[in-house]
T-cell receptor
Framework: AQSVSQHNHHVILSEAASLELGCNYS??????LFWYVQYPGQHLQLLLK??????LVKGIKGFEAEFIKSKFSFNLRKPSVQWSDTAEYFC???????????FGDGTTLTVKP | GAGVSQSPSNKVTEKGKDVELRCDPI?????LYWYRQSLGQGLEFLIY????????KSGLPSDRFSAERTGGSVSTLTIQRTQQEDSAVYLC?????????????FGQGTRLTVV
């Protein structure tokens, strides 16, 4: 069975600080990886995804994530956060044959203005 | 519609009652998923539909939970004899492809409170 671990439950940063949210997964086969974001009062939405190719993927709003296969990791990064990045972030993994994604417990990011 | 629609947005029910939660996916999306999110927890997979069939219902926590999908569109999740531990936000998502490998679009969720 696949599982996803997000290392930080709650992260608090000041504006312009750099962000890195950790995500590790366990699954031995080929995976697809996702980061979703849920802004306060809004739906979950896709931030970025990795299927194949360049392990460094870029998403919306200046976010990027790097897939490191040897470390089973897919960490999310942003060089300079803004107050509007305050949200909950979920890492998810699916194998290429499954119809579902497995989600981590989420990381709440609070950015102080 | 423009997005995934779930109803009701909030539901308070007494312990032991049955509830039905509805999901209207994006038109043309063949895959539909139900998840639930308890306070402070991640998203727990419940069931996946491809068309009207459910090839993966492994996440349904007990036989009190059931779901169906008709016409390849609307889905209902039914919880019988609700218990307090069923309190959670129930999320529905749909995607165009056969798996979540294509982007999944989530509804706003139904917040279920069992008192």
């Amino acid at each position: 069975a696949q599982s996803v671990s997000q290392h930080n439950h709650h992260v608090i940063l000041s504006e312009a600080a750099s962000l890195e949210l950790g995500c590790n997964y366990s699954y031995g086969g080929t995976v697809n990886l996702f980061w979703y974001v849920q802004y306060p009062g809004q739906h979950l939405q896709l931030l970025l995804k990795y299927f194949s190719g360049d392990p460094l993927v870029k998403g919306i709003k200046g976010f990027e994530a790097e897939f490191i296969k040897s470390k089973f990791s897919f960490n999310l990064r942003k060089p300079s956060v803004q107050w509007s990045d305050t949200a909950e972030y979920f890492c998810a993994v699916s194998n290429t044959n499954a119809g579902k994604s497995t989600f981590g417990d989420g990381t709440t990011l609070t950015v102080k203005p | 519609g423009a997005g995934v629609s779930q109803s009701p947005s909030n539901k308070v029910t007494e312990k032991g009652k049955d509830v039905e939660l509805r999901c209207d996916p994006i038109s043309g999306h063949t895959a539909l998923y139900w998840y639930r999110q308890s306070l402070g927890q991640g998203l727990e997979f419940l069931i996946y539909f491809q068309g009207n069939s459910a090839p993966d219902k492994s996440g349904l926590p007990s036989d009190r939970f059931s779901a169906e999908r008709t016409g390849g569109s609307v889905s209902t999740l039914t919880i019988q004899r609700t218990q307090q531990e069923d309190s959670a936000v129930y999320l529905c998502a749909s995607s165009f492809g056969g798996t979540m490998n294509t982007e999944a679009f989530f509804g706003q969720g139904t917040r279920l409170t069992v008192v």
